[in-house]
């Protein structure tokens, strides 16, 4: 598929030109011509009859976006002076800080919140650690945490370039949910090291955002922790991935008017998100479902088995089915794929049943062109920003460790992420559902707050608390 330009390789090129002529409306056709978009021109008088040009434009990737620079050098008159990548410049210095939410202003100020007045607070706590809930930044912190073994679709590129990532996570936490969010990333991808290092920095936090950890250790590493911490532990590549797809599954099955019992439910992809997006899917009432990973279908009995797969095909696939996806994909109503690029063709999608349903998921290349699924599906969604119906984990995990943190909860059930992606669904009013229309917009103002209610809700009738007083 042929990517669009993006404002993730944006770039604004400081140029000199005459001040006459037709220099600026040249380069603006140079880079439309060389296949970029222009999103801002900014023109300023210079010196000696010269202007100056500040031509800010998308690129498809690095390499397009340095042939545009030297098609706009190429235009006569002009003298390209100097380029910034705007992605690379939004990251100087980080994108996230701390500051202080109390004024540090006298002597009085520095006495209570430091010392002497603060071994009060101390002393308080250490009679009664669960205060530190009520008292300290537990109350609203998460730790965003990864050994940078998995990040986005980059694999294992360790922690230093995983950091920008998980800077990102702890940004948007802030945005959505108003949740202090700090990135933590661990110089070790040993299990054992990375329980035992989680663990030992639990006490600061109210919840664990765990992140871009490669599987099947990201399974162990979370079950671990779940049994020691008496916090929550969230995987949110597994969890939040299922939580939309749920969500967005639950509205365009509205669509298409079809029940989640009845529709035969072909998914690719056995990896962290696979297996959990399956689990929750059969949680909330899935009953036909076929796994395939890259040896195809997932049945019992297969020869090349480890513990993940094995429950796979004792909890799927009943007909033993032992084929590939494409033959799965015959005759199935819904496509899930959370692996790989470019698996299915759209004559793939043609063999699925009428009012077919298709989450082709894989980031930044789908498991199948969206454009030739939309020929033949009734319903598609993506990973990308640049279609409809993106599936976005920030429409998730925002709300969940909001109503975690609101609830004082010890721990994350099925019972929550069943809640979260039933209110997610409910964000889209029955009567506003469409084909293009499944899933809310990320800055929809009802979604973080809708996720939150339901899961504190939830929380506090599962734990049989009373709200936390504030």
Not at 222 to 234: G, H, N, Q, S, Y
Not at 301 to 311: F, I, K, Q
Request: aromatic fraction near 4%; proline fraction near 5%; include cysteine.
């Amino acid at each position: 598929m042929t990517m669009a330009p993006s404002v993730s390789y944006s770039i604004t090129a400081r140029l000199e030109v005459a001040s006459h002529g037709r220099a600026v409306s040249e380069i603006t056709r140079a880079v439309e011509h060389a296949g970029g978009v222009v999103t801002a021109l900014d023109v300023n008088s210079g010196n000696r009859g010269k202007l100056r040009v500040d031509v800010t434009c998308a690129a498809t990737d690095t390499a397009h976006a340095e042939s545009l620079v030297a098609a706009m050098a190429e235009v006569p008159g002009v003298a390209v002076h100097k380029v910034s990548d705007r992605t690379f410049l939004m990251h100087l210095g980080g994108k996230i800080e701390m500051r202080s939410k109390v004024p540090l202003r006298n002597r009085d100020d520095l006495s209570m919140a430091y010392t002497p007045g603060v071994a009060r607070v101390s002393l308080a706590l250490a009679a009664k650690p669960e205060d530190a809930r009520r008292l300290t930044i537990k109350r609203n912190s998460v730790a965003v945490v990864t050994d940078g073994s998995a990040v986005l679709g980059l694999g294992n590129v360790g922690p230093y370039a995983a950091l920008p990532v998980m800077e990102g996570k702890a940004a948007l936490f802030k945005r959505f949910a108003n949740i202090d969010a700090w990135p933590i990333c661990l110089d070790t991808q040993d299990l054992d090291q990375i329980v035992a290092t989680v663990a030992a920095i639990a006490p600061g936090f109210g919840g664990i955002n765990l992140e871009d950890i490669s599987a099947p250790r990201c399974f162990e590493v979370e079950r671990r922790l779940r049994a020691m911490l008496d916090i929550p532990v969230f995987h949110d590549d597994q969890h939040g991935t299922a939580i939309v797809v749920l969500a967005a599954l639950t509205n365009a099955l509205r669509v298409v008017g079809k029940e989640l019992a009845e529709v035969k439910i072909v998914m690719a992809g056995a990896g962290a998100a696979g297996t959990a997006v399956l689990k929750l899917l059969l949680n909330a009432g899935a009953r036909h479902v076929i796994s395939c990973d890259i040896s195809g279908a997932v049945y019992r009995g297969r020869a090349d088995m480890n513990e993940n797969l094995t429950w796979i095909a004792e909890h799927t696939n009943s007909e033993c089915y032992a084929g590939d996806l494409k033959g799965a994909v015959a005759g199935a109503d819904v496509f899930i794929g959370v692996s790989a690029p470019n698996v299915l063709t759209g004559q793939d999608v043609k063999t699925m049943n009428a009012g077919a349903i298709v989450f082709a998921l894989a980031n930044p290349d789908p498991e199948v062109d969206p454009d030739e699924a939309r020929d033949y599906a009734a319903v598609v969604a993506t990973g990308r920003s640049d279609y409809p119906n993106q599936i976005n984990n920030v429409l998730a995990f925002p709300g969940v460790f909001r109503g975690l943190l609101d609830a004082q909860s010890t721990t994350i059930t099925d019972t929550l992420l069943l809640a979260a992606a039933r209110a997610l669904a409910d964000v889209v009013p029955v009567e506003d559902l469409a084909p293009d229309y499944i899933i809310p917009s990320v800055f929809h103002p009802d979604v973080a707050s809708g996720v939150a209610a339901a899961v504190r809700e939830a929380a506090l009738a599962e734990s049989g608390k009373a709200a936390p007083a504030e």
